[in-house]
């Protein structure tokens, strides 16, 4: 996801659930973490709107090894380098069920992490508060457009090494974890729009020039 269009814009140890209720604690640390993910990685070009591996389900997460491990590392250092808040496997040409965050929520605190096979959890009716904030994303480049979203997320996946792990999110922090689960399932979030506001999208982005590299299309 990019950032926010006026906002704010680590050994990877293995995420720590909190006592009892299977979140995670991705608060820690997380400039170290964040810095030595990317400092092992490589920065890719980013997959952008028409690539085909954007526009389908990605294929599971069923091997947590090394090629795991370096693929996250190269996630995180092209994360950084196009200046976003969370990334998904296949906006670096991946077909894998993977994504990372660095991302601040509301109060402004930082969440590091990643999360293998994620399915968002169906919010109580009384939780679905939405929050209609602009919304960007690195594969759609300069461009930005309100988009309703619950204000409050849950997902649960697997973390790097398999375990199974539950992340929860307000505000800006609930809008990525949405918004790269969804591009794991083929859908960007310039699909959630309606015609009109999508062409006005992909009109930004064919006026403007992305400030990191991109895959072309063919």
Same mark, same amino acid.
């Given at each position: ?7 704010? +814009? ?27 993910? +990317? ?70 605190? +930082? ?44 997902? +649960?996946? #697997? ?18 974890? #949405? ?40």
């Amino acid at each position: 996801m990019a950032q926010q269009e006026t906002d704010q +814009r680590i050994d990877s140890g293995t995420s720590v659930a909190e006592p009892g209720d299977g979140f995670v604690v991705d608060t820690e640390d997380a400039e170290a973490r964040e810095l030595a993910y +990317r400092e092992r990685g490589t920065s890719r070009p980013i997959t952008v709107v028409g690539n085909p591996v954007l526009h389908k389900e990605c294929q599971d997460v069923t091997e947590f090894g090394d090629e795991l491990a370096a693929l996250i590392d190269d996630m995180f250092a092209s994360q950084h380098t196009a200046e976003g808040v969370g990334l998904a496997a296949n906006q670096i040409g991946v077909d894998r069920k993977v994504f990372i965050y660095d991302c601040p929520d509301d109060d402004g605190v +930082r969440h590091v992490g990643v999360v293998c096979n994620p399915v968002l959890e169906e919010l109580p009716p009384a939780e679905r508060v939405l929050d209609d904030s602009n919304e960007g994303c690195l594969s759609v480049p300069t461009a930005y457009a309100a988009l309703a979203r619950p204000d409050y997320a849950v997902v +649960r996946g #697997q973390d790097a090494q398999g375990n199974p792990i539950r992340v929860k999110g307000t505000g800006y922090f609930a809008r990525c974890l #949405q918004h790269e689960t969804d591009h794991l399932y083929g859908y960007l979030y310039i699909d959630r729009l309606s015609k009109r506001d999508r062409k006005d999208a992909l009109r930004q982005m064919a006026e403007n020039t992305p400030r990191y590299e991109v895959v072309p299309n063919a």
